[in-house]
């Protein structure tokens, strides 16, 4: 099995441009979730995908943030009108119904936001 | 309220010394799963052990071991004859559904000195 992949590896922009994070998750898995992940923290939820349909949004969800999973294959992450603040990790997941649900993590997206 | 708490922000060893990395859980829940992953300088999050609540079974791989007590709300893990390749942070996790998702540890950074 190949592993999750995420594109961009790293991506630099300026306050109040738009960006798109991609994530492919492994094959087969039909759950995919998204954490970000700030400087000396530990990833924290933001969504969570069961093939196509979003099941659950956490609050750090703006709504300069929206994800999607149009086809239950990758998933996009889209920030709006970037902010500084926005500037972390991102990492998504996959995971599969087998019994044991482990989540597993791709490399992630780096974002600054200058 | 879930929560994950790791009391160390960093430890330094030497290596061959064994070393032990705490975490402490918070959850209403009766049913629910504990994680470790690995984050190395390269910073994609490999995932080590899942263990569920209801099996308090310790669990040992290779150099890894892990002490659950639900007594005392640990998921306890160590690294017995430490290596310079285990240096990396740490996370323990927690979830309260087999597809939920994961609540994080703030981590604990392993450096392992030849």
């Known amino acids: 099995d190949t592993g999750v992949s995420q594109d961009p590896r790293h991506k630099i922009t300026k306050r109040g441009q738009n960006v798109t994070f991609r994530c492919d998750p492994i094959?087969?898995?039909?759950?995919l979730y998204w954490y970000r992940q700030t400087l000396g923290q530990g990833p924290e939820f933001l969504t969570y995908?069961?093939?196509?349909?979003?099941?659950?949004k956490s609050r750090l969800l703006s709504d300069r943030f929206s994800a999607e999973r149009p086809k239950g294959s990758f998933s996009t992450l889209e920030i709006q009108r970037t902010e500084q603040g926005d500037s972390a990790m991102y990492l998504c997941?996959?995971?599969?119904?087998?019994?044991?649900?482990?989540?597993?993590f791709g490399p992630g997206t780096r974002l600054t936001v200058l | 309220a879930q929560k994950v708490t790791q009391a160390q922000t960093e430890i330094s060893v030497v290596e061959k010394e064994d070393v032990t990395l705490d975490c402490v859980y918070e959850t209403r829940d009766t049913t629910y799963y504990l994680f470790w992953y690995k984050q190395p300088p390269s910073g994609e999050l490999v995932f080590l052990i899942r263990r569920n609540s209801f099996d308090e079974q310790n669990e040992i791989s290779g150099r890894y071991s892990w002490n659950f007590q639900k007594s005392t709300s640990s998921f306890n893990f160590t690294i017995t004859a430490s290596q310079v390749v285990d240096s990396a942070v740490y996370f323990c996790?927690?979830?309260?559904?087999?597809?939920?998702?994961?609540?994080f540890g703030k981590g604990t950074k392993l450096s392992v000195k030849p």
């Open positions: 997941a996959s995971s599969k119904r087998d019994g044991t649900d482990t989540q597993y």
């Open positions: 995908f069961q093939n196509e349909a979003q099941l659950e």
């Open positions: 094959s087969e898995h039909n759950r």
């Open positions: 996790a927690l979830s309260e559904a087999p597809e939920g998702n994961l609540i």
